[in-house]
């Protein structure tokens, strides 16, 4: 009996150890996306809001949330990066800092999307009247690139290699270890520079972020296809729904209503709809407030809103 049992354990209870015990090694290795932010380029509350959906904010800060940003952390390389260098990008570097210290995590670089100011402007803080940084790499697309390098304060940072300007190109992979990010032009507002979002693709999954886009209708991919074919998108919820700035054409505006997002989606799968990540939320925009009608709205729909301090595994 004794002989038995042992032969029992070894043959059906042991590998069931081994192989959860390897489950949690992978996961626990796995590269993975940590969110840093998660509001408008302005932040939440936005300077010069006095309105009653912005006053719990600047009465208390637990509530404020920091402009659009993710992180990418690499636990087998030892590396981190970041989405975004955004005006709060002194509190999101200490958050990414908390969360892979540099004792373990190289910083490695920063990939841009777009020149509006809640997406490049804390490039600043990377200069010598701050962190002095030596040669951090900046990944931009040509227009970017050049729009930094001939424009200050901008180009100081170039001339005195703070930063080391990376050249993208339109739907070129990115190879980084375990992971390639593959940028892909959108329409939007582009005074500046072109804007495109990005395609991240791990050992496991693989996760879009497109911060800012105009209307859905305006690009030549289908957005249901896009969410079938990855496992987690991160999409502009710059507004919520038609309305929400009085005295505004809302049509008018270039970014898709989140009602009109999940109007495009609602023929789609419950396990598809979860894929969906709310980001980029404007002060304005009732998702900010997780006690919202807006909010349990989507949720009940099967999307979800973004949070900082998501993880989510690649």
């Known amino acids: 009996m004794k002989l038995s049992a042992i032969r029992i354990f070894l043959m059906f209870i042991l590998p069931l150890f081994v192989s959860t015990s390897t489950a949690q090694t992978n996961a626990k290795e796995a590269p993975y996306l940590y969110v840093l932010g998660i509001a408008q380029d302005a932040g939440y509350p ?66 841009l999307s777009h020149a509006h100011i809640g997406h490049y402007a804390g490039l600043m803080f990377l200069g010598k009247e701050a962190m002095g940084a030596n040669s951090i790499p900046v990944y931009t697309m040509p227009l970017m690139n050049q729009y930094l390098r001939t424009n200050g304060p901008w180009s100081q940072l170039v001339n005195l290699n703070n930063i080391s300007l990376q050249l993208l190109s339109n739907n070129k992979p990115v190879a980084l270890p375990q992971i390639n990010v593959t940028p892909f032009l959108v329409p939007h507002r582009n005074e500046y520079a072109e804007t495109v979002g990005f395609r991240i693709v791990g050992p496991n999954k693989s996760a879009v972020f497109i911060p800012d886009i105009n209307k859905w209708e305006d690009w030549d991919t289908p957005l249901n296809e896009l969410v079938k074919s990855n496992d987690y998108v991160l999409i502009d919820a710059t507004f919520y729904a038609d309305g929400e700035l009085p005295g505004r054409d809302m049509s008018k505006i270039p970014h898709p209503l989140v009602t009109q997002s999940m109007t495009l989606l609602s023929d789609l799968k419950t396990q598809h709809k979860n894929k969906v990540w709310f980001i980029h939320i404007n002060h304005t925009n009732p998702l900010l407030d997780t006690n919202s009608k807006a909010y349990k709205e989507v949720t009940e729909k099967g999307f979800n809103v973004a949070f900082e301090g998501l993880e989510l595994s690649l």
């Open 46 to 111: 936005q300077a010069g809001c006095f309105k009653p959906h912005c006053m719990p904010a600047w009465k208390n800060m637990s509530k404020q949330k920091s402009a659009t940003s993710l992180g990418l952390i690499v636990p087998q390389s030892g590396k981190k990066y970041m989405f975004e260098a955004t005006p709060n990008f002194p509190k999101q570097f200490y958050d990414l800092e908390i969360q892979a210290p540099s004792s373990h995590y190289e910083f490695a670089g920063i990939f």
